[in-house]
């Protein structure tokens, strides 16, 4: 009798063939989202679309900086639905000149410099000097005492949270899985949303961008945050 072969696992390779090609479905099909929500219930987090990040700095990359447009253009259009500018939230980087994140990453967005101000577009719209402005020493947003309390406070008020910005697979995504599970933590009904054109890694050595900005996305949604292809309200 012979025996039945036993299949092997696929490799390594196979699998990340496999993925690849399972993340390019996925994002080629990602659905636009229209939030039927009270605008007063919707915020929007934007995390380190400042100039250190996009333009100037060892860290600025033209990959970030090419999502400025459709940041801004979602903030005017949710502006222009009614979200109270107060909604709109700003979490950047702003380091001491010795932070303990330099020994991982080059010095950058030292706190009172340029690289560590919002970029030009954000603060030329009218409505920039009402938004929330909070700093961070950090890739976690939630490290921000600031940025915590606003969310203690007004998370329970908020019907959904769009979150944008970068890198994805660092600042984006902690904050976009904060926000998630500390939903989940206080049983709040909260949608989380992340517009995939808002969003984006950098360039980097070693660092496959394409790969690990779809590949972030991909696992927040795996963890309940609706990763979508574009956000209006209703």
Not at 85 to 107: S, T
Not at 155 to 175: E, K, N, S
Request: hydrophobic share 45%; glycine share 8%.
């Amino acid at each position: 009798m012979t025996p039945t072969p036993v299949p092997t696992a696929p490799t390594l390779r196979e699998q990340a063939t496999q993925q690849a090609e399972l993340l390019a479905r996925w994002l080629a099909d990602l659905p636009a989202l229209t939030l039927q929500a009270p605008p007063e219930r919707v915020a929007v987090v934007c995390v380190d679309l400042v100039e250190g990040f996009t333009h100037q700095g060892p860290l600025a990359s033209p990959r970030v900086a090419a999502i400025i447009p459709s940041v801004t253009g979602l903030l005017r259009s949710l502006l222009a639905s009614g979200v109270p500018a107060g909604n709109v939230v700003l979490v950047q980087d702003a380091h001491p000149e010795d932070a303990r994140e330099f020994a991982a990453y080059p010095p950058h967005c030292v706190a009172g410099t340029p690289e560590a101000e919002a970029v030009a577009e954000l603060r030329a719209l009218p409505e920039f000097g009402q938004f929330q402005h909070f700093q961070k020493n950090s890739i976690a947003s939630h490290t921000s005492p600031a940025f915590l309390e606003w969310l203690e406070e007004r998370g329970a008020d908020l019907d959904a949270v769009i979150a944008v910005g970068d890198v994805t697979d660092l600042c984006l995504y902690a904050l976009a899985l904060h926000l998630v599970t500390d939903g989940m933590a206080r049983g709040l009904g909260r949608t989380v949303v992340v517009p995939e054109p808002c969003t984006q890694t950098w360039d980097a050595p070693g660092h496959p961008g394409d790969l690990y900005h779809i590949l972030f996305l991909h696992q927040l949604e795996r963890n309940g945050v609706q990763v979508v292809s574009g956000v209006r309200l209703g």
